[in-house]
């Protein structure tokens, strides 16, 4: 597979993505992605990541798989008394493999690392017999727990927002919220807008509103909180978005799809940031 046809795959997925933006009249991302844990092979255990995590999600609602469990053809044909279904059809899941290319410059040899995207197929547990259907769910903290062992400040406030000065998250009490699931996601978003303090993983926070940086960063938080939600079961409902930045986003990938695979990178790597603090609280406790 030329690494043409996987980005042409890409941007099948991109205009998929363009599209529920475009049909959505709040949040950037479809509120029926959200819930039953993130995607996951089913026979080695491990969540997808990233721009995976998007093309997975988009095709369970499309298709209205039950499963959020994905296998290659391979390792259905090792389960014993599992086939797949007739007439299934395959999703791909892409990643870059790094090829290494020997120069001579100036008389010396120097090794380029060149970044080629690549892809397989996987098929969803929903579209095969002989095995056992569950949802294999990772998580078990719930969501005052998680953001306690982020260690981030959370003040009552009359607006949610996040200050990258004071390093604290402003948030109104859960009861001026009309859904627990609302204030959730909301504070979720902010959580995420908090990992880019220096301390943290540090990403530039000096776009002012209007701006391409601010809608960027706003794309990040959202899509992070969006993995969020999911990792820890909760039903999303995302906050409303400015006009500007759904316009922004959408005007951005139809003129570079490979926008997304950035914006999922950065969202992945917040996502992974704060489970990793998880992980820390556990292991001091």
Same mark, same amino acid.
């Given at each position: 597979m030329s690494n043409n046809t996987a980005q042409l795959k890409m941007n099948e997925i991109v205009a998929k993505v363009i599209t529920s933006i475009e049909n959505n009249e709040t949040g950037l991302w479809s509120k029926s992605w959200i819930g039953g844990g993130l995607p996951m092979n089913y026979s080695t255990g491990t969540s997808y990541s990233g721009f995976n995590i998007i093309t997975l999600m988009i095709m369970q609602e499309e298709e209205n798989y039950t499963s959020n469990q994905w296998l290659t053809f391979n390792q259905i044909r090792k389960i014993k008394g599992a086939k797949l279904k007739k007439g299934s059809a395959s999703t791909p899941v892409f990643f870059f493999k790094i090829l290494e !290319?020997?120069?001579?410059?100036?008389? !010396?040899?120097?090794? $380029?690392?060149?970044?080629?995207l690549k892809f397989y197929y996987v098929y969803n547990l929903d579209q095969c017999e002989g095995i056992e259907i569950g949802t294999n769910k990772e998580h078990s903290a719930n969501l005052n727990e998680f953001v306690a062992n982020c260690n981030i400040e959370i003040k009552t406030r009359s607006e949610a927002y996040y200050s990258p000065s004071k390093d604290y998250i402003g948030i109104p009490d859960l009861k001026l919220f009309n859904t627990t699931e609302s204030y959730a996601s909301t504070l979720l978003h902010e959580l995420s807008h908090s990992t880019a303090h220096p301390s943290r993983l540090d990403r530039d926070m000096t776009g002012k509103f209007g701006s391409e940086s601010y809608a960027k960063e706003e794309c990040i938080a959202e899509l992070s909180s969006m993995f969020l939600c999911s990792h820890l079961d909760i039903q999303n409902e995302a906050k409303s978005s400015e006009a500007y930045i759904?316009?922004?986003?959408?005007? $951005?990938?139809? &003129?570079?799809?490979?926008?997304?695979? !950035?914006? &999922?990178?950065? $969202?992945?790597?917040?996502? $992974?940031?704060?489970?990793?603090?998880?992980?820390?609280?556990? !292991? &001091?406790a």
């Amino acid at each position: 597979m030329s690494n043409n046809t996987a980005q042409l795959k890409m941007n099948e997925i991109v205009a998929k993505v363009i599209t529920s933006i475009e049909n959505n009249e709040t949040g950037l991302w479809s509120k029926s992605w959200i819930g039953g844990g993130l995607p996951m092979n089913y026979s080695t255990g491990t969540s997808y990541s990233g721009f995976n995590i998007i093309t997975l999600m988009i095709m369970q609602e499309e298709e209205n798989y039950t499963s959020n469990q994905w296998l290659t053809f391979n390792q259905i044909r090792k389960i014993k008394g599992a086939k797949l279904k007739k007439g299934s059809a395959s999703t791909p899941v892409f990643f870059f493999k790094i090829l290494e !290319k020997k120069e001579i410059i100036k008389g !010396k040899e120097e090794i $380029s690392k060149i970044p080629l995207l690549k892809f397989y197929y996987v098929y969803n547990l929903d579209q095969c017999e002989g095995i056992e259907i569950g949802t294999n769910k990772e998580h078990s903290a719930n969501l005052n727990e998680f953001v306690a062992n982020c260690n981030i400040e959370i003040k009552t406030r009359s607006e949610a927002y996040y200050s990258p000065s004071k390093d604290y998250i402003g948030i109104p009490d859960l009861k001026l919220f009309n859904t627990t699931e609302s204030y959730a996601s909301t504070l979720l978003h902010e959580l995420s807008h908090s990992t880019a303090h220096p301390s943290r993983l540090d990403r530039d926070m000096t776009g002012k509103f209007g701006s391409e940086s601010y809608a960027k960063e706003e794309c990040i938080a959202e899509l992070s909180s969006m993995f969020l939600c999911s990792h820890l079961d909760i039903q999303n409902e995302a906050k409303s978005s400015e006009a500007y930045i759904k316009n922004w986003l959408i005007d $951005s990938l139809k &003129a570079e799809p490979k926008l997304l695979w !950035k914006i &999922a990178s950065e $969202s992945q790597k917040v996502f $992974s940031y704060l489970l990793d603090q998880q992980e820390k609280e556990e !292991k &001091a406790a």
